[in-house]
């Protein structure tokens, strides 16, 4: 079945400093990729789309310059959190849209910054 | 995209039959449902999908009415390891749309 990897699992990381994370559909090709955050009991929030060789579009409210979203091929894309804050600190997620509209989940990665 | 509705927890016993139904009265002509299961610190997984009457896998099934404003996943004999959260998605998946996560149904099995 189609699979999603997710790097790093987990992240601690100073305030200020810049994160990235990555996203892989390991054996088959991501038309899209979707991120998401999310906090404790809480459900997952759609940050942004992108789309391999264009600029992602990002939803209402999410800051494009402080997630910087990379989508170089068509199975890799990468979130950057920019100069992290604590406030930064959550659940990330990313989704990969295969051509058969099939969507398949990372395993997260879990962002604290202190 | 379809807005659902689902109950926000729900608790039941091992061995059990679990069935959670989600409304969603907008459902256009398009959707299909879909249902996602997530383990706490894990991405979400995919479970079921369907657009009418009832779809069955190794793990769950899915029944439809014939209006399609709501939808019922049946998890059969759960276990303490079904404890998780339940999400339905509505949307059509012949176009490029935006997954919106709903709030989701906590279900807790107990020993």
């Known amino acids: 079945g189609a699979v999603v990897s997710q790097h790093p699992s987990w992240v601690i990381c100073k305030s200020g400093t810049s994160v990235k994370i990555e996203c892989r559909s390991l054996d088959f090709q991501a038309t899209t990729m979707f991120w998401y955050r999310q906090f404790p009991k809480q459900s997952l929030m759609l940050m942004a789309t992108?789309?391999?060789?264009?600029?992602?579009?990002?939803e209402q409210g999410v800051e494009k310059d402080k997630f910087l979203i990379n989508h170089a091929s068509l199975t890799l894309s990468t979130l950057t959190v920019t100069s992290a804050h604590p406030e930064d600190s959550s659940f990330y997620i990313c989704?990969?849209?295969?051509?058969?509209?099939?969507?398949?989940f990372g395993s997260g990665t879990r962002l604290t910054v202190v | 995209l379809a807005k659902t509705t689902q109950p926000i927890s729900m608790d039941s016993y091992e061995g059990q039959e679990v069935n959670i139904t989600c409304s969603h009265n907008?459902?256009?002509?398009?959707?299909?449902i879909t249902w996602y299961q997530q383990f706490p610190s894990q991405g979400p997984r995919f479970i079921i999908q369907g657009y009418k009457t009832k779809v069955t896998n190794e793990v769950a099934s899915l029944f439809i009415p014939a209006d399609r404003k709501s939808s019922t996943l049946s998890l059969p004999r759960v276990s303490l390891s079904d404890t998780a959260v339940y999400y339905c998605l509505v949307g059509d998946i012949g176009r490029d749309d935006k997954i919106i996560f709903g709030k989701g149904t906590r279900l807790h099995i107990l020993p």
């Open positions: 992108s789309n391999e060789g264009s600029k992602a579009t990002y």
């Open positions: 907008n459902i256009a002509t398009n959707d299909y």
């Open positions: 989704s990969a849209r295969a051509r058969d509209r099939r969507s398949t």
